[in-house]
């Protein structure tokens, strides 16, 4: 008898967070290629994203939900949960049908994923929506998961005070870069469709709040020597305000490149024209560019945070805010320095893979 894990995929189609999305991929394809013996994936997705899961190879099957993505997050907030059934559910994010179920009779199961704490920590960067489903969902994870999949133990700690009934149920695997993440043949060429030049200083834009954000930029901006900066990551429409707080800071417009999420191997050109990443948010949440700039050995400058310093170890410098520019200045004192840095940074980045996160999915979904 064939044992199915049944993935979440929600993303396909209507992407609400490009990193999430990109992962739930990810995840499927390692999850695929580590299924122990008797053992299949298979797909549970919104009404309107069922070609799109048939693209993703060797699934077994498709679950197809009755409602596109908008709808069945409305939906499953509510706990109404029509057409999907039970088994064994794995979702890389909060969205999953959780409702009641028997997991010691009919061996039903149910883990949620949850990357960040914005919601809780910084609920006025995203929209009220998203904040009300964020919280909503992770009360019905208190109720219904078996389990809540966390990528770093620093998050434990605010996790437990959002939702202290989850004690017990919390399981920490890692995040990485995508699968193959390198530096693309064709990286000059991105570039310069792009407009990045190819020596910048790469800062990681997601979830900063412009404090965050001017302290990155006045990093760059105190050093002796000047570097064009790209801003990765910026949310749409906030280009103009990218501007502002560079000019603030010092920085010349023409040399401030604000870009949008961009796709993997856009990104992974863009950071190899990087001499450093800059990461300038303490929020609770995964680093998904330093994770990706480790992998490619780019040194890495990152605030100080639980989460940054439990990621990069001595893989990179964490420092306060206001000392982001000496660290920054230290890295690229000399060919030397930047030696070290980038030898360090490429032992760090080999510790994250999503081979390894599945087979701890697996392992997880076993132990229940």
Request: hydrophobic share 50%; aromatic share 4%; proline share 6%.
């Amino acid at each position: 008898m064939t044992v199915s894990l049944r993935v979440v995929l929600d993303q396909l189609v209507d992407v609400v967070d490009p990193d999430v999305a990109e992962a739930a991929t990810q995840i499927v394809r390692a999850l695929v290629a580590t299924a122990p013996r008797g053992c299949d994936v298979t797909a549970i997705v919104p009404s309107d994203a069922v070609d799109a899961a048939s693209g993703i190879a060797d699934i077994s099957s498709v679950t197809r939900a009755p409602f596109s993505r908008s709808r069945l997050a409305g939906s499953w907030q509510l706990g109404v949960t029509p057409g999907i059934g039970g088994g064994l559910i794995h979702s890389p994010s909060l969205m999953a049908p959780l409702v009641r179920h028997d997991r010691v009779n009919e061996n039903d199961q149910t883990v949620v994923t949850l990357w960040d704490l914005c919601a809780w920590e910084s609920p006025e960067q995203l929209s009220r929506g998203s904040v009300a489903w964020n919280r909503a969902m992770l009360k019905r994870a208190e109720k219904h998961a078996d389990a809540v999949v966390v990528p770093a133990h620093a998050m434990i700690a605010g996790l437990s005070d959002a939702a202290p009934k989850l004690r017990g149920r919390v399981r920490v695997i890692s995040g990485a870069a995508p699968i193959g993440f390198s530096v693309p043949a064709d990286a000059v060429g991105r570039r310069r469709d792009l407009g990045v030049p190819d020596e910048v200083i790469v800062l990681s834009g997601a979830r900063c709040d412009d404090e965050a954000l001017s302290a990155g930029l006045a990093a760059v901006s105190a050093l002796n020597e000047e570097y064009a900066v790209v801003v990765l990551d910026v949310p749409e429409g906030q280009e103009p305000k990218v501007q502002d707080l560079a000019a603030a800071a010092g920085l010349r417009a023409e040399i401030v490149h604000p870009r949008a999420a961009l796709p993997a191997a856009d990104r992974a050109a863009v950071l190899d024209a990087a001499v450093a990443l800059v990461a300038p948010s303490s929020l609770t949440a995964f680093p998904w560019r330093v994770v990706e700039a480790l992998t490619l050995g780019r040194p890495v400058v990152a605030a100080d945070s639980a989460v940054h310093q439990e990621i990069l170890l001595d893989g990179g410098l964490a420092v306060p805010p206001a000392a982001l520019g000496e660290a920054l200045a230290q890295t690229l004192a000399s060919d030397d320095a930047r030696n070290r840095a980038h030898v360090r940074a490429m032992d760090r980045g080999r510790a994250f893979a999503w081979r390894d996160h599945a087979d701890r999915v697996w392992a997880l979904h076993a132990e229940l």
